[in-house]
């Protein structure tokens, strides 16, 4: 089974009620799967409809057409998310609480308790660099970057098979964006499989197995790196996926 | 259902966390010192003053808190987008809201018995005693409150805020106030008919008044004030038949919101 399969998912959206009957088209007839196991980058400029894409998968958005499948099931379906972990693109908690709090909280949801909770937490951490001194300190404290982290650490703690992350490395500076790729590379390796969505092609480049391009709503390149990047023309030679995502903006 | 608990008891927390939580209750204690006040000028009937005056301002905290809070719990989830993490967690929609639901129960208990030691506390200063059916006068004021709670998250959950505690203060307003227009209706009828020159009502107005009493919960059903203040007998079954009814509204208003929220979208 592959973590996630979407044929010919559209998504349209209501422009207000004055224009009820106006409606934009955010995401248009797309269909990729993400099979068990890849690093898959999901890349493209801004309001390209990946953020939209990764919201339906999340079963928080409805498919105005087409199929979409998590785990095998409708997202809708809470069972579909037992194995999944998400971070959404701006990590917003609650002001209210401690990080350790938070954990907890999303631990119990996610179905975690006890001595297991607090070694995941404990682990969790670790792999993000959630220093153990922020947990004790109220949310509404945290920076832009030790939010990151902290999203990142709630979403891994029920030891997810598929992580779906929307921009995971806004926001972050030059040592934080290496400790989450290094933190995604560490869960890779361990069998997770890994759909994140970014604007940092080089990282991209450097961490992924696969690759989507999704400009304006369509989706415009889709496969393996490697054969996304090697030029046919020039055996041996290895693009980049910048200069791709310039050609199909242009042409788009 | 667990995982209702953990949501209901997060909420719990992030209400008693919560500045304008104490910022109502010392409003709804000052009222209640008041009290005391107005007992010592009424000099003969000054229990019946501080308990009918405390248990109204017990009633109006509640919908305060209510209102404000109720409404505010499922909008800033929304607003500050926390919503988004918690339903990517094996939840289901309506589990969301019955846990939030039940988190600002817990709230209204816990601020319900404050008031009550408030009450305490004002006629003990002033050297009357407690009668046990207070409790039964708390317990009414719980569960008018239980079903204005539930209207606000209703209404909630798919509106602002603002227009939100509008829609709810205004049903809190109607059903209180549906059957006495409904006995004004009736009074205007024989008035109509026995007293030459007074004109009858519009016909229209009877059963729109019926529908609005119909469709709205009847919060008068939990208001037992007269009976606790002038110490008259309850009606046999009463508190029973009203916390039924609590729970039938509930339940109803409960299960339109999550049908609602199931349908929309987070962006």
């Given at each position: 089974m592959n973590p996630i399969e979407i044929r010919g998912f559209s998504k349209r959206y209501r422009l207000g009620i004055e224009h009820f009957l106006k409606s934009v088209e955010a995401v248009q007839a797309v269909s990729f799967t993400v099979p068990e196991g890849a690093l898959y980058g999901f890349i493209g400029p801004n309001g390209a409809g990946k953020s939209t894409t990764i919201k339906t998968l999340m079963g928080l958005l409805r498919p105005s057409s087409g199929t979409v499948r998590l785990m095998g099931l409708d997202p809708r379906d809470p069972a579909s998310r037992r194995e999944v972990g998400f971070q959404p693109e701006q990590p917003w908690f609650y002001d209210h609480l401690s990080g350790l709090e938070l954990l907890q909280y999303y631990g119990r949801l996610a179905g975690l308790s006890g001595s297991r909770l607090q070694r995941r937490i404990e682990e969790s951490c670790a792999l993000c660099k959630v220093e153990e001194s922020w947990l004790s300190r109220r949310l509404r404290t945290y920076s832009k970057g030790m939010s990151q982290r902290l999203g990142l650490a709630q979403a891994i703690l029920h030891q997810p098979r598929l992580l779906i992350l929307d921009e995971p490395m806004s926001g972050l500076d030059p040592m934080g964006r290496r400790d989450v790729r290094e933190a995604m590379k560490t869960l890779h390796g361990s069998g997770t499989t890994i759909f994140y969505s970014s604007h940092v092609l080089s990282d991209v480049e450097e961490v992924c197995t696969h690759a989507a391009m999704l400009v304006r709503g369509t989706l415009r390149v889709e496969g393996t790196l490697s054969a996304l990047l090697d030029d046919p023309s020039d055996p041996g030679h290895r693009g980049k996926l910048e200069d791709i995502l310039a050609r199909e903006v242009e042409s788009a | 259902m667990r995982e209702t608990l953990w949501i209901a008891l997060a909420s719990f927390r992030e209400t008693v966390r919560d500045k304008i939580l104490y910022t109502l209750l010392f409003f709804v204690l000052i009222l209640l010192a008041f009290s005391v006040l107005l007992g010592d000028w009424s000099v003969f009937a000054q229990k019946k003053v501080i308990t009918d005056f405390s248990l109204g301002v017990m009633?109006?905290?509640?919908?305060?808190?209510?209102?404000?809070?109720?409404?505010?719990?499922?909008?800033?989830?929304?607003?500050?987008?926390?919503?988004?993490?918690?339903?990517?967690?094996?939840?289901?929609?309506?589990?969301?809201?019955?846990?939030?639901?039940?988190?600002?129960?817990?709230?209204?208990?816990?601020?319900?018995?404050?008031?009550?030691?408030?009450?305490?506390?004002?006629?003990?200063?002033?050297?009357?005693?407690?009668?046990?059916?207070?409790?039964?006068?708390?317990?009414?004021?719980?569960?008018?409150?239980?079903?204005?709670?539930?209207?606000?998250?209703?209404?909630?959950?798919?509106?602002?805020?603002?227009?939100?505690?509008?829609?709810?203060?205004?049903?809190?307003?109607?059903?209180?106030?549906?059957?006495?227009?409904?006995?004004?209706?009736?009074?205007?009828?024989?008035?109509?008919?026995?007293?030459?020159?007074?004109?009858?009502?519009?016909?229209?107005?009877?059963?729109?008044?019926?529908?609005?009493?119909?469709?709205?919960?009847?919060?008068?059903?939990?208001?037992?004030?007269?009976?606790?203040?002038?110490?008259?007998?309850?009606?046999?079954?009463?508190?029973a038949w009203a916390t039924l009814h609590a729970f039938g509204w509930v339940v109803a208003i409960l299960a339109i919101g999550s049908w609602w929220f199931d349908r929309r979208d987070f962006l």
């Open positions: - | 009633s109006l905290g509640g919908l305060a808190i209510a209102i404000f809070i109720g409404v505010g719990l499922v909008q800033k989830e929304i607003q500050r987008k926390t919503i988004l993490t918690l339903l990517s967690k094996p939840v289901r929609r309506w589990q969301f809201l019955v846990g939030k639901y039940l988190g600002l129960l817990m709230v209204l208990v816990v601020n319900v018995l404050v008031m009550l030691l408030g009450l305490w506390a004002a006629l003990a200063w002033s050297h009357n005693d407690f009668d046990p059916r207070l409790w039964l006068a708390a317990w009414g004021v719980f569960l008018e409150m239980s079903v204005i709670t539930a209207v606000a998250l209703l209404f909630s959950s798919f509106s602002t805020p603002v227009v939100s505690s509008l829609f709810t203060f205004a049903t809190f307003l109607a059903s209180h106030l549906s059957g006495s227009i409904l006995d004004y209706i009736e009074t205007m009828k024989r008035n109509a008919e026995r007293i030459p020159g007074v004109q009858p009502l519009p016909e229209w107005f009877e059963p729109v008044a019926r529908v609005v009493r119909r469709a709205l919960p009847d919060l008068e059903m939990f208001n037992i004030r007269p009976e606790i203040v002038h110490g008259l007998p309850l009606p046999p079954w009463h508190l």
